[in-house]
């Protein structure tokens, strides 16, 4: 289908892209050759180079070809989908040319509330450790992130420095790496200790993105709520029709 | 703005019309109208919509109301050679991706864009009923047929409350 094939070949562009087989400001193949190079036809070559295009991986110059755009168009770190897809947010900061820092402000055991117990619909835990913490891209602080991880699971969190392990490094260490996630996107105003901690002023609107982790066995084990500057990211999505 | 206002669960990867997306949600929709217009491609449509500068597009600005209440404006350009006849369309109370794939073989394949929160323009203050200090949420990406032609820009200025993105 001329749909399918567009689209495996838009990928397999984007992968070389994304390794670097083609290079930031080296112009790529004309679609005459990827059409030859892919045993596509020109018309499916041209489908993918505008969608890689539009998703700010390639830009056109008229009369000259088509070349590898730096990624980051603006100024902002991008998310969702065209970022480094599984990779994190550290990476999607990296990607985007920006250097990444963690800060830890609080990581501690606290009672299961109310709201944690929604959060963990099926869970009996009483404990969980809650990490608080800000992620930076170049000095500029673009993320907080609250994460709860149910005790009994991660008996010795409180332990560990997660100034030197990312946590889902150690979740990795503990078998418990979580492979699949539901999300939740909302948009509302932070205040207090949220606005604080984003540099932001009282009202501010932000992106909220709420996810739960699960093993591959299906296992939940982190929730995590993260507030997102809306002047320093931006969120790209696609949407497929299930017809 | 005293009405409770309603809120939509839509999927962040899979596509649905808003009139569908409305209906699964069990709301009432209304839609005004409030401009249909030919346009000239420039640069900036050009850059989504890869027609030729100069070309003609249709656009079609329209008030969606949600149990009575003005939820979102929505701008919808498509480059006019694909619409062949849309003006003499009874656009009013349709679903019109409905009627641009049944009628004009445009269904949509997939969408492509940007969400983003950014600060109310004035005229859209006043028609949904925000503090001209207020935030919006605006969407605003491509349309694309399964074949991979990209038929459709589009932006949308939700109330941030309207939607809850899923996956």
């Known amino acids: ?243 | 703005m005293s009405k409770k206002i309603p809120v939509i669960e839509r999927h962040i990867k899979e596509y649905d019309s808003f009139t569908s997306l409305v209906q699964k949600n069990g709301y009432s929709l209304k839609n005004k109208i409030m401009l249909t217009e030919t346009l000239e491609i420039n640069n900036y449509y050009h850059k989504y919509l890869h027609f030729p500068i100069g070309a003609l597009l249709f656009h079609m600005k329209r008030l969606r109301i949600v149990e009575g209440i003005p939820v979102m404006l929505e701008n919808i350009y498509i480059p006019i050679e694909l619409v062949q006849g849309i003006f003499k369309e009874k656009l009013f109370g349709i679903d019109f991706h409905k009627l641009l794939a049944e009628q004009y073989k445009l269904p949509v394949g997939e969408t492509y864009g940007e969400i983003m929160i950014a600060h109310v323009l004035p005229e859209e203050a006043g028609i949904l009923g925000l503090d001209p200090e207020e935030t919006v949420v605006v969407i605003k990406g491509t349309a694309k047929r399964p074949d991979g032609l990209v038929f459709e820009y589009f932006e949308q200025t939700a109330l941030p409350e309207l939607f809850v993105f899923k996956e």
Not at chain 1, 115 to 123: T, Y
Not at chain 1, 156 to 174: G, H, N, P, W
């Open chain 1, 1 to 243: 289908m001329q749909d399918a094939t567009y689209l495996q070949l838009k990928e397999q562009i984007k992968a070389k892209l994304i390794a670097g087989t083609y290079e930031e400001g080296n112009r790529i193949p004309s679609e005459r050759e990827l059409a030859k190079t892919y045993a596509v036809s020109r018309m499916t070559a041209k489908y993918a180079i505008n969608a890689l295009v539009e998703e700010g991986f390639l830009y056109r110059i008229h009369g000259s070809g088509t070349y590898v755009s730096g990624r980051s168009l603006t100024n902002k770190v991008d998310v969702g989908e065209g970022a480094p897809l599984g990779k994190g947010l550290t990476a999607a900061i990296r990607y985007s040319g920006k250097k990444s820092k963690d800060q830890i402000l609080s990581g501690r055991l606290v009672k299961s509330s109310p709201e944690i117990q929604r959060n963990f619909p099926k869970s009996r835990e009483r404990l969980f450790f809650e990490l608080w913490r800000i992620r930076y891209a170049d000095d500029e602080p673009i993320s907080l992130q609250r994460a709860y991880l149910p005790f009994s699971l991660f008996p010795d969190a409180e332990r560990t420095d997660f100034t030197v392990v990312s946590l889902y490094d150690y979740m990795q260490m503990k078998g418990l790496l979580p492979v699949t996630f539901t999300t939740k996107l909302t948009f509302i105003k932070v205040d207090g200790i949220e606005a604080r901690n984003l540099d932001v002023e009282d009202g501010t609107r932000v992106f909220l993105f709420e996810y739960s982790g699960f093993t591959a066995s299906g296992k939940m084990v982190e929730f995590t709520r993260s507030y997102f500057r809306s002047d320093q990211i931006r969120f790209n999505f696609l949407t497929r029709s299930r017809d």
